[in-house]
Structures are given as structure tokens and as C-alpha cells.
């Protein structure tokens, strides 16, 4: 029995190593691009952990995206906390002007 052809649109999954890996991964990119690294950093990366390109791409953009998303969740809370504390002062102006 035959397999089923796959078509141009199929697209495999790219299985993502263990964080702890993704980790090295990511702080290695950063140390060669630091370091002025010209080669392609995926094609350099791929050769120390003995992988693809492709997962090396992957990894790549996926922690990108942790970092940008947990940024994102911290800018939301500080802008937050800021908006809670001037309406905690304004509170306290009006509790005094109704006081006085």
C-alpha cells in the first residue's frame, strides 16, 4: 500500500529541543552576535548542538517571542501599578476635601 503524496502546503512540525537546550541555545546566539560573529549563526549554532538549521531558526524565534511577550506582560503591570498609585493619591486628595 502506498503512502499518500504529501503536497507543497503540508508542512512538518519542528520538534523543539528541552528548554534547558533552548536556553544554551539562545544564550549562544546571543554571545555570537556579541561577538561579531559573521558566519550564520544558524548554520554555526547548528554545528555546536548538532542539529538542524531549522530547529536552530525555530528556537530562535520562539525564544524571541518569550522574551518579547514577558516584556510586553511587564510593561502592562508597571503601567498598571503606576495608573493604580495616582488614583490612590487622587483618592486621598478628595477624602481630605471633603474633610476641610
Known amino acids: 500500500m502506498r503512502k499518500p503524496a504529501t503536497s507543497a502546503s503540508t508542512r512538518r512540525r519542528v520538534r523543539l529541543p528541552l528548554p534547558a537546550v533552548r536556553v544554551a541555545i539562545w544564550q549562544a546566539a546571543c554571545e555570537l552576535i556579541t561577538a561579531g560573529e559573521s558566519r550564520e549563526i544558524s548554520a554555526v549554532l547548528a554545528g555546536r548542538f548538532n ?12 525564544e524571541g517571542m518569550r522574551h518579547e511577550r514577558t ?30
Open 71 to 100: 516584556a510586553a506582560a511587564l510593561k502592562t503591570g508597571i503601567l498598571g501599578a503606576l495608573e493604580l498609585a495616582r488614583d490612590a493619591g487622587a483618592a486621598i486628595d478628595t477624602e481630605l476635601s471633603d474633610v476641610a
Open 51 to 62: 542539529t538542524g538549521e531549522r530547529i536552530i531558526d525555530a528556537v530562535l524565534v520562539a
